[in-house]
């Protein structure tokens, strides 16, 4: 995986999807890396499960995405419907296949990219994961950082990336904001076997579903179906996670009575927050470390991938020399614009459409997804944003910008068929 070696080394907190995209990059460049993670294995968590178009490019060109492929779900479209008349608007991912080689949404849970990669990372000298190694803070010394492990001791590496999840100790322990909101409302995710694909004609894999008691979303992995309802106002989460509860919400889904066989479910809190700097000296911080925003629209761990691949290739850059630090300050504060203009507004209109209790305005929003499905136009550039493949340009701009020869190697080939990282 590794190019020629450089004597940096860079330390990566945390082994999540982030963490290891970024370790992965700073591998093909050649840099030394060691991982900390808190855990002893990588857990298999049900959390994000969609890798979009521009994320499927992204990772292509570290070789990942044809493994990937084998273990997901392809879904070529999405939609939106309402709950009570069906599909209201169907947006088919193969309208922007000239801008990417991957049109179409992978449904794979998050864990098999970083369990991908971390067998990668076995065979590879140059990157060295350790488990069970909880960071308790960091510091950064100008042309050093070190970090704390819970056991007492110290490492120093060149660099450091925080992708160290929403509750980051990286960041807590720099003191850095982490400023925005926390949504009233909480979910309730329920993975089940039984096939929803039998209930409905039209179901794409992912659909979105408008409705004035209850919205929900769901989506299709390869082993199960995935509900996401609203929990009602005054209802406890255990309450939300009974039996009762669940089996009454997934009836609900299908009209049909029985029982169903629920194999996960969770309840959380959605917040849409950014931190106040994404640098702090040699600590760079990226993924939910940095954002955190609401899941409707799966751009949490797909944009914190963005990060993982920029700040990776500036980082990787200072470190042999090709790069003046300055690359890595405006990469870092070009994720940050990222995470509050792209992920944070998108995200959060996602939520507002969906969820909003004003039945006026959830309409409205209905209607408006079925004019821009209508109209080719606006329904591929509605795409290009939604599969953030208009996120991908800006990460190729601010990467162009940073080594103007790459720009140049870009310009002289076909839209689609480059490798990104170069
Ligand atoms: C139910 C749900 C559904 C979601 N669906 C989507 C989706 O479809 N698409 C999408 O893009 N996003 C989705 N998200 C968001 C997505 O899961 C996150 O954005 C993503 O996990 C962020 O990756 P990360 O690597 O930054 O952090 P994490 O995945 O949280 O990984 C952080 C890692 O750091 C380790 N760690 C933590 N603290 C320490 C420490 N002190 N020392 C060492 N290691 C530490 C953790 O054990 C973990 O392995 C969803 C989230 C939820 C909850």
Not at 25 to 43: D, Y
Not at 185 to 203: A, I, K, M, Q
Not at 322 to 337: C, K, N, Q
Request: aromatic letters at 6%.
């Amino acid at each position: 995986m590794g190019g020629p070696r450089n004597a940096k080394r860079v330390i990566v907190v945390g082994a999540g999807p982030v963490g290891c995209t970024a370790a992965a990059v700073l591998a093909r460049r050649g840099v030394a890396t060691t991982i900390l993670e808190a855990q002893t294995t990588l857990r298999r968590e049900r959390r994000a499960s969609t890798f979009h178009p521009a994320t499927l490019d992204l990772l292509d060109s570290l070789g990942v995405t044809p493994e990937l492929l084998k273990l997901g779900l392809v879904a070529p479209s999405f939609a939106y419907r309402d709950r009570r008349s069906g599909p209201v608007a169907t947006f088919h991912l193969e309208w922007i296949s000239e801008f990417t080689n991957h049109p179409y949404r992978l449904q794979c849970e998050q864990f098999k990219l970083c369990e991908t990669l971390i067998d990668r990372f076995e065979a590879d000298p140059l990157t060295d994961t350790r488990f069970g190694c909880r960071v308790t803070a960091a510091s950064d010394h100008g042309d050093h950082a070190v970090v704390e492990l819970a056991d007492g001791t110290t490492l120093r590496a060149d660099f450091l990336i925080a992708a160290d999840g929403a509750g980051s100790a990286v960041r807590k322990s720099l003191a850095l904001a982490f400023d925005g909101m926390t949504y009233e409302d909480r979910y309730l995710v329920v993975s089940t076997t039984h096939d929803f694909g039998e209930d409905f004609d039209d179901l794409c894999y992912v659909n979105y579903i408008s409705d004035p008691a209850e919205w929900l979303v769901l989506l299709r992995t390869l082993s199960s179906w995935r509900a996401l309802f609203p929990v009602a106002e005054g209802e406890s989460d255990s309450e939300a996670l009974s039996e009762e509860s669940v089996q009454r919400r997934l009836r609900g889904v299908t009209g049909r009575g029985g029982r169903y066989e629920v194999v996960h479910r969770t309840v959380y809190r959605v917040h849409q927050r950014v931190a106040g700097s994404f640098r702090r000296g040699r600590v760079i911080l990226a993924g939910d470390a940095a954002h955190i925003n609401n899941p409707l629209g799966g751009m949490g761990m797909n944009g914190g991938i963005h990060d993982a691949v920029g700040l990776g290739e500036a980082i990787a850059g200072v470190c042999s020399g090709e790069l003046g630090d300055e690359s890595i300050t405006r990469m870092a504060e070009h994720r940050r614009r990222m995470a509050i203009d792209y992920v944070g507004r998108h995200t959060h209109r996602n939520a507002v459409s969906l969820t909003a209790p004003d039945g006026a305005l959830r309409q409205a929003a209905l209607e408006q997804m079925a004019a821009t499905a209508a109209e080719p136009a606006a329904a591929r550039d509605y795409i290009l944003q939604a599969s953030m493949i208009k996120a991908l340009w800006s990460l190729e701009e601010a990467l162009d910008e940073m080594r103007p020869a790459r720009a140049a190697a870009r310009s002289s080939r076909s839209p689609g068929t480059e490798s990104l990282i170069d």
